[in-house]
């Protein structure tokens, strides 16, 4: 049986993943496929770099594009991430007639579109499962599984870096700064962190998700963004006295009727019910909610991140394109789940018009009145208070007023928010964050 031969370039923590997972479960993988799957080329920059999987019987090759253009090869691994090179190498591959498999969600975010049209040229395929919630197979399960659903929403926690770090800083009570060198450690982090921790990691695959499940364009600027680096201990502390956990959401959600209707693309850091299911989802863990038009609510859970997880997601697309070689790509399934003539942007509702709770800290002077002045404003703008918390002054400091408030427009909140900062007895360092209930 002729081997599928397969090269990888970057051999960080998920190229090292999927050379262990092919070597170590080569015989299930060959049942599977039909025939092996096996690593014949990896790239290197540096050729003496330890690396914690056995590179033997593979060739070491220190030019990355000479692998994208290799005739020996039958399928090319991008696991290097960023754009460039990634782009061009993908490209290459492309250009000749070799189908790739890529983890790489800030190109496919950002490029995806113009690189599938020249995957579906050349008769290719770009697989990308490992793109979006590390291990968990969740482009493939809407993509094909809710095939005949209208999906109407989708809300999940898609990055293990940031769950990890709320979740370090909620039970161990670790600073930001020292969970977050923690999941650099652990491999969980992007090579900069800041796509991480600034909510732009989750908005690229929020950006995937979204073109999969409604069939629009990926567009990344579509997706309002908001990351966790102002989410405090002391937040924290209070949402879970009012029941709530913190967790960096992403969002895309059906919104609106007839020449209203649009899509709702935002991540941010959210309260929710700590009893819901979500709330539980710790560590480097993700979940992704899906809910179809007939199948109701589908809960999916599992690891987003590290390198054996994530080899677990790129094996399973290379496992589908071993099978696939050689077949009539057009009756392929279709990338981005729709058929590409049948893709149609969707208009994206401004963060103005996005509904939700809000919960909001405010530091106070201890002086008569204050909770009455706010309540006040909130109800002349036809916003009711759901919970309301009053910590007394500690020492020197300020006293501090959180509550929760009922569903309100964003703009209508902001309107409100604003005349409260006018306050004189309000002072600077007030918090916001959204609340959503999923109920
Ligand atoms: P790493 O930083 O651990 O590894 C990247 C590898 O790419 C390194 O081995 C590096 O080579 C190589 N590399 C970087 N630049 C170049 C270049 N210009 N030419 C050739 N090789 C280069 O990244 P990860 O393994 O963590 O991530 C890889 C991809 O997978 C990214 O797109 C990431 O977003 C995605 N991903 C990562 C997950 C994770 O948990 N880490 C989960 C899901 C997706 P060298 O070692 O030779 O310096
Ligand atoms: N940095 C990403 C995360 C890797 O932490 O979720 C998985 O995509």
């Not at 680096?229 to 956990?245: H, L, N, S, W």
Request: aromatic letters at 4%.
């Amino acid at each position: 049986m002729t081997a599928v031969r397969v090269a990888v370039i970057g051999l960080g923590t998920v190229g090292q993943g999927v050379v262990r997972l092919l070597k170590n479960n080569a015989a299930e993988i060959a049942r599977r496929v039909g025939r092996p799957l096996v690593v014949t080329q990896v790239s290197s920059r540096d050729p003496h770099k330890a690396r914690d999987c056995d590179l033997s019987g593979i060739t070491v090759v220190g030019d990355a594009l000479q692998i994208a253009r290799e005739a020996d090869v039958d399928v090319v691994v991008e696991l290097i991430g960023g754009i460039s090179p990634a782009r061009e190498l993908i490209e290459a591959a492309l250009a000749r007639g070799k189908p790739v498999v890529t983890a790489n969600k800030a190109l496919l975010a950002e490029h995806g579109n113009r690189l599938f049209a020249q995957a579906r040229k050349a008769g290719v395929s770009i697989g990308f499962e490992a793109a979006v919630a590390g291990g968990i197979p969740v482009i493939k399960a809407i993509r094909e599984g809710l095939a005949g659903n209208r999906i109407e929403r989708l809300a999940g926690i898609i990055n293990g870096t940031c769950n990890y770090i709320v979740t370090q800083m909620q039970e161990k009570g670790q600073s930001f700064a020292d969970a977050l060198r923690d999941a650099q450690k652990l491999g969980y982090a992007e090579a900069d962190p800041t796509f991480d921790i600034e909510g732009l990691d989750a908005a690229h695959k929020l950006t995937i998700l979204a073109s999969i499940a409604f069939g629009m364009p990926l567009d990344a600027k579509s997706v309002a963004v908001e990351g966790i680096t102002k989410v405090t201990p002391q937040d924290i502390q209070i949402a879970q006295v009012f029941g709530y956990r913190i967790k960096l959401l992403g969002i895309a959600k059906r919104s609106g009727q007839g020449a209203d209707a649009g899509v709702e693309l935002r991540v941010h850091p959210t309260l929710i019910p700590e009893t819901t299911l979500l709330a539980k989802v710790d560590g480097v863990l993700n979940s992704v909610l899906i809910r179809g038009n007939a199948v109701g609510e589908v809960g999916l859970y599992g690891r987003g991140a590290g390198g054996d997880a994530t080899a677990s997601a790129v094996v399973a697309d290379l496992i589908d394109v071993a099978r696939g070689l050689g077949a009539d790509p057009r009756h392929a399934v279709p990338p981005l789940a729709f058929q590409p003539d049948a893709v149609q942007a969707l208009p994206v509702l401004p963060m103005a018009a996005v509904a939700s709770a809000f919960y909001l800290r405010l530091k106070v002077a201890d002086e008569a009145g204050v909770l009455s002045k706010l309540t006040t404003i909130l109800a002349a703008h036809d916003i009711s208070v759901e919970a309301i918390l009053q910590r007394e002054p500690q020492g020197h400091e300020d006293a501090h007023v959180a509550l929760i408030t009922s569903v309100i427009e964003q703009g209508r909140f902001d309107h409100a928010l604003a005349e409260i900062l006018r306050l004189p007895f309000v002072r600077e360092g007030a918090a916001m964050l959204r609340v959503e209930k999923f109920d």
